[in-house]
């Protein structure tokens, strides 16, 4: 739209700019490797995102060695294991048909004003199951969403039985504040058959209130009242 009065510009550009003034998590597209996340278990910085994998160090899993940092997964539903080292409660990663048995994560805090958000991400799950449902997570303040499991990856993959291929993860929430943000991917029913995810561009967007539109939509029929005068005039 092309404004012909300061004003009206003026005024729409604040509304903008308050409805956008928050922050985004830091190396939220990781191209600084991990810096500003905790990684736990075996999680790298790999092909411009970050790459976790449920896979132990010394090739146990698979009859080959598909561990990437030379770290093994933590131990879930346990004491200072998966769960609770990325901010969330023993448990939270049992999403599947059997519980949890160990994975690697990533977490990260961030405040946010009070408000209504979108969050989304790009992923690719990889695994080598073909009966159980390994599965990745995210976790916002503790509400944890499945967001893939061994039964979505369909395509044939080079480096695993099968992958999903490249996709979006997209979850709505409320902010009262400091965020924690937990990604992570576990292996449930056994701890030696590998499934891994990769992320990317892990991004944030504020979701105006109404009451945000009303007062857009209030300063320009103001401005269009204002320019009918002048006109006029």
Avoid at 4 to 18: E, G
Avoid at 35 to 59: E, H, K, M, R, Y
Wanted: proline share 3%; with cysteine; aromatic share 10%.
């Amino acid at each position: 739209m092309f404004c012909t009065l300061r004003f009206i510009c003026s005024a729409t550009a604040a509304i903008i700019l308050a409805s956008h003034a928050y922050s985004q998590p830091v190396n939220a597209d990781f191209g600084s490797g991990l810096a500003n996340w905790n990684p736990v278990g075996d999680a790298i910085s790999q092909s411009g995102g970050a790459f976790l994998t449920t896979a132990s160090n010394g090739g146990a899993d698979d009859t080959a060695n598909f561990n990437v940092s030379g770290t093994s997964p933590l131990e879930a539903n346990v004491a200072l294991g998966l769960e609770e080292s990325t901010g969330l409660a023993i448990g939270d990663a049992n999403l599947g048909l059997d519980p949890a048995n160990e994975g690697s994560g990533l977490s990260q805090t961030f405040s946010l004003p009070a408000g209504l958000y979108e969050l989304s991400f790009s992923y690719n799950f990889f695994t080598n199951e073909t009966g159980t449902f390994d599965h990745a997570f995210v976790g916002i303040d503790g509400n944890v969403f499945s967001f893939a499991d061994s039964s979505d990856a369909i395509t044939a993959s080079t480096s695993y039985g099968t992958e999903t291929g490249l996709k979006t993860y997209v979850q709505v929430f409320t902010s009262t504040g400091t965020v924690k943000l937990s990604l992570g991917v576990v292996d449930t029913a056994s701890f030696d058959v590998t499934s891994a995810v990769l992320i990317d561009n892990v991004t944030l967007t504020a979701i105006p209130e109404p009451s945000t539109y009303a007062a857009l939509v209030g300063s320009l029929a103001l401005g269009l009242v204002a320019m009918r005068r002048r006109r006029s005039a």
